[in-house]
C-alpha cells in the first residue's frame, strides 16, 4: 500500500519559507524550508513542489534512520531533521511546533519529539511493507524570489 503525506507550504519570503506536514490525513507538524528560487542557489534553494518517496538513510551529519527524500531532481542528501533557522537547512526540510514569523525561526523539532513521531510513523510502514511518499505543495500563487514567476507545482501522481 502507498501511505501519503503532504507538505503544504505557506507563501514563500525572501530568505525561509513555513508549511503543514499532515501524516496521511492527520495534522502533525508545522515546517521550515529555504525559500522558493526558480535558480537553485546551493544551500538556498527549496526543493522543487512534487511527490518523493520516503526512506531512511544514514547521515553523516543527523546519524542513522534520518528520514530521507528519493530522487529529488538536481538535489543530493535532501533530510527531514529538526533545526531553528534556514540557515540549518541547505534544501533540507525542518520540522517544529511552533514558528516565528518574525525571525524565520522553528522550534521543538527535537524537544517535543516531533522528529522521533515521524520517525515511528515511517519505521511502522515500513514495517507493514507500505512505501510512503511526501506530496509537497505550493502555496497558490506563490512567486520564486529570484525571478518573480509563478511556482507552478510539476503534476503531483
Known sequence: ?????????????????????????AYSCRTLEDE???QKLMHETAI??????????????????????????GFTNILIHAG???TDTSGCIIVGDRIDEIAGQISGGTARKI?????RELQAAI????RVFLVIRNAPGDRFVDS??????????
Open 1 to 25: 500500500m502507498e501511505i501519503e503525506w503532504t507538505l503544504q507550504r505557506r507563501a514563500s519570503s525572501t530568505t525561509w519559507m513555513f508549511g503543514d506536514l499532515d501524516c496521511a490525513g
Open 127 to 130: 514495517e507493514n511493507d507500505d
Open 84 to 86: 531553528n533557522r534556514d
Open 48 to 73: 522543487p513542489a512534487g511527490r518523493y518517496e520516503l526512506e531512511f538513510v544514514d547521515s553523516s551529519r543527523f546519524g542513522r534512520e534520518t528520514i530521507g527524500l528519493l530522487d529529488v531532481a
Open 115 to 119: 522528529l522521533d513521531r515521524l520517525k
Open 148 to 157: 518573480g514567476h509563478i511556482a507552478e507545482a510539476k503534476e503531483i501522481g
Open 36 to 38: 522558493l528560487r526558480e
